[in-house]
C-alpha cells in the first residue's frame, strides 16, 4: 500500500522559511516523478515543485522560483520542499505527490497524494 506522508508546515510571517518533508512509503520503482503542489482557497491546485528521482533539472513554478528548492534522499525514499521568503500568497494546502513519470507538473499525472499539510503566511 502506497503512502505518502508529510509534515512540516505551520504559520509563518512574510520572510520566514518553513521546509516540508514527505516520506514515501510502499513504492519502490527504481525511479519516479515526485513533486508538491498547493491548493489555495478558491482555487485549483497547482504544481509547485516536482522532481524525477533518476535525475535531471527540476520543475518550479514561476511564483517560487529562487525562493523555494525540492530535494531528494533517495535512500529514506523522502522529498523536501525548502521554502525560503514566504510571502502571503504562498498561503495554501501544501501535498506531496508520487508517480509514474508522465508529466513533472501535471497535476492530473500523478497517482498517490499525501494528506496535506497547510502553510499559511501572514503579512
Known amino acids: 500500500q502506497v503512502q505518502l506522508v508529510e509534515s512540516g508546515g505551520g504559520s509563518v510571517q512574510a520572510g520566514g522559511s518553513l521546509r516540508l518533508s514527505c516520506i514515501v512509503y510502499g513504492y519502490t520503482p527504481s525511479s519516479y516523478c515526485t513533486g508538491w503542489f498547493r491548493q489555495a482557497a478558491g482555487k485549483e491546485r497547482e504544481g509547485v515543485a516536482a522532481i524525477y528521482t533518476g535525475g535531471g533539472s527540476a520543475y518550479y513554478h514561476d511564483s517560487v522560483k529562487g525562493r523555494f528548492t525540492i530535494s531528494l534522499d533517495n535512500a529514506k525514499n523522502t522529498v523536501y520542499l525548502q521554502m525560503n521568503n514566504l510571502k502571503p500568497e504562498d498561503t495554501a494546502m501544501y501535498y506531496c505527490?508520487?508517480?509514474?513519470?508522465?508529466?513533472?507538473?501535471?497535476?492530473?499525472?500523478?497517482?498517490?497524494w499525501g494528506q496535506g499539510t497547510q502553510v499559511t503566511v501572514s503579512s
Open positions: 505527490a508520487a508517480s509514474f513519470c508522465l508529466g513533472l507538473k501535471t497535476v492530473g499525472a500523478y497517482d498517490y
